[in-house]
């Protein structure tokens, strides 16, 4: 099973990036996740534009089309998300890469709710399936700790892998149903 991350930070010590790579460390045996690593290359959104004529676009869709479900992690700022992120989820819009597509989101913080009831209204606005059970918090500001350090603190692996497990069962669960 492969399984996206999607940091809607583009700083390089992200702690929400930093969070997805920690994830990451704990899927289960089988499962892969790939962190998108092209939201900065993606041009603003103009549907006048030809998806396929801008390698980065491309990249992104075939990315989110190919994977079994996404993992979403996000600052909030000025009490939204970062525009780069809604950049490239309008990308998707155009596209049928995102239909019926399960998705978590990772918080970085308990302080940004209503950055992450957003991010739940717009994609399931866009066709996205949220398991809300896996959906969690893992508070890291003030903590420049690298994600093998992060996930060397037991309560923090523990809830990471337990949501991971969560969010891999309602795939297979959905599957199951197609």
Same mark, same amino acid.
């Given at each position: 099973?492969?399984?996206? *991350?999607?940091? *809607?930070s583009l700083r390089a010590q992200s702690s929400n990036t930093r969070l997805l790579q920690a994830a990451a460390l704990c899927a289960p045996e089988g499962i892969s996740i790939q962190i998108a690593d092209c939201l900065g290359d993606l041009p603003h959104f103009n549907p006048d534009l030809?998806?396929?004529?801008?390698?980065?676009?491309?990249?992104?869709?075939?990315l989110v089309r190919c994977s079994d479900g996404l993992?979403? +992690? +996000?600052?909030?700022?000025?009490? *939204?998300?970062? *525009?780069?992120?809604?950049n490239a989820f309008d990308w998707l819009v155009q596209t049928d890469?995102?239909?019926?597509?399960p998705f978590m989101l990772l918080g970085a913080s308990d302080r940004s709710t209503v950055a992450?009831?957003?991010?739940?209204?717009?994609?399931?606005?866009?066709?996205?399936?949220?398991?809300?059970?896996?959906s969690i918090i893992v508070p890291l500001m003030g903590n420049d700790d690298m994600p093998s350090e992060i996930v060397g603190d037991a309560g923090i692996k523990n809830l990471l892998s337990g949501s991971l497990s969560t969010f891999?069962?309602?795939?297979?669960?959905? +599957?199951?149903?197609?």
């Open positions: 099973m492969k399984l996206l *991350g999607i940091s *809607g030809d998806v396929t004529d801008h390698e980065p676009l491309s990249q992104w869709i075939d993992i979403v +992690s +996000s600052p909030e700022y000025a009490r *939204g998300y970062p *525009g780069t992120l809604k890469a995102h239909i019926d597509k992450r009831d957003s991010l739940t209204t717009v994609l399931m606005t866009m066709s996205g399936l949220h398991i809300e059970a896996a891999v069962t309602s795939i297979l669960s959905l +599957s199951s149903l197609e």
